[in-house]
C-alpha cells in the first residue's frame, strides 16, 4: 500500500508516466498545479496523517514513511531554476514532511505533541457542544434555515455528541416544510435518521423526528404513531402536541400503499431505480 501510495504521487507530481511515449517531464506549470493541491490537502492535517502512520507507529515505521515521501517530494527532485513561488511551494511541503518526522521520531517532543493534539480536540468539542446549543435555540425560535447551518458545522467533529443527528434531521425538515424535497434530500435525512446510534433511539425528540419524516413521505398513520410515542415520553413536549394536531386537521384521504410500508421500504421503494424503457 506504501509503494503504491509514492507511485501515486510520483504521477501527480510530473516524475513518472505510463505511456509509451512519454515527454521528458510534465510542464512546469502543470507540476506546480499538482503540487498545489498536495500542499492544500497536506497543511491542515497532523503529523500522523502526513506520514501516513497510525498514532501507534514504531519508530521504523516513522522513518520507512518519511523516506518514502522524500523519494517524492526532496527539493532535489525538482529543477533548480523553478520559478521562486513553486520553489517556495517545494520548500513548504518538504518542510512539513521533515517537520513531522522530526517531531515524531524523538519521543519526548512526540509525546508532546500529542498532549497538543488532545488539547486540540478537546476544544474541537467543547465548540462543537456550544454550536448544538445555538442550533437548539435557533429551532426555539424557528430559524431552521440557521439552524441547519450550525447543526452540520457542529457535526463535523469527531467525537461530538451522539444525538446531534437528531436535531440536524430535526431541522433539515421543519426547513424542508416550505420546499420540495428532492430525491437526493431525502435519501440524506434518512441515512441521517438511521446513524442515529441505537442508545439515542429512546427519547421523545427522536420519535419526533421519524414522525416528520413518515408525514414528509406521505405516512400519516406512521406519522402519528410516532408523534403519540413522542408525547408519551414527554407529554409536555409542546412541538410534538402542535405536529400532531396539525396532522390531525389535515384532510383525510384514502391511504395509498406506500403508507403501509416501514420508513426502509418507503425509501427503497422511492428511491429504488427505473428500468430502462
Do not use: C
Amino acid at each position: 500500500a506504501k509503494a503504491v501510495k509514492v507511485i501515486h504521487y510520483m504521477l501527480v507530481i510530473g516524475m513518472i508516466y505510463f505511456s509509451e511515449d512519454p515527454s521528458p517531464k510534465a510542464s512546469l506549470l502543470e507540476r506546480k498545479s499538482r503540487l498545489k493541491k498536495i500542499w492544500e490537502e497536506m497543511k491542515d492535517k497532523d503529523y500522523y496523517d502526513v506520514l501516513g502512520i497510525p498514532k501507534s507507529a514504531s519508530q521504523k515505521q516513522i522513518l520507512q514513511g518519511y523516506h518514502e515521501l522524500a523519494k517524492v517530494f526532496h527539493p532535489d527532485k525538482f529543477p533548480q531554476d523553478i520559478a521562486p513561488d513553486f520553489r517556495e511551494l517545494v520548500d513548504n511541503v518538504f518542510n512539513r514532511i521533515t517537520s513531522a518526522y522530526e517531531t515524531l521520531k524523538d519521543e519526548t517532543r512526540r509525546q508532546e505533541y500529542k498532549v497538543a493534539l488532545d488539547k486540540g480536540h478537546t476544544e474541537q468539542i467543547l465548540k462543537s457542544e456550544e454550536n448544538f446549543e445555538v442550533g437548539r435555540k435557533l429551532l426555539e425560535h424557528r430559524r431552521f434555515d440557521d439552524a441547519v447551518k450550525v447543526f452540520e458545522v457542529a457535526a463535523e467533529v469527531r467525537g461530538r455528541r451522539s444525538d446531534m443527528n437528531i436535531y440536524l434531521a430535526w431541522a433539515k425538515l421543519k426547513s424542508s416544510q416550505a420546499k420540495s424535497p428532492s430525491d437526493e434530500f431525502l435519501k440524506t435525512l434518512f441515512e441521517q435518521i438511521n446513524e442515529v446510534p441505537m442508545e439515542d433511539r429512546h427519547v421523545p425528540e427522536y420519535f419526533f423526528v421519524k414522525a416528520m419524516f413518515y408525514r414528509l413521505i406521505d405516512n400519516r398513520e406512521k406519522s402519528k404513531s410516532n408523534f403519540k410515542r413522542a408525547l408519551s415520553l414527554d407529554p409536555t413536549f409542546l412541538e410534538a402536541k402542535r405536529e400532531l394536531n396539525v396532522l390531525r386537521s389535515m384532510p383525510s384521504r384514502k391511504d395509498t400503499n406506500i403508507l403501509d410500508l416501514t420508513v426502509g421500504e418507503a425509501v427503497t421503494r422511492l428511491f429504488k431505480p427505473k428500468k430502462s424503457g
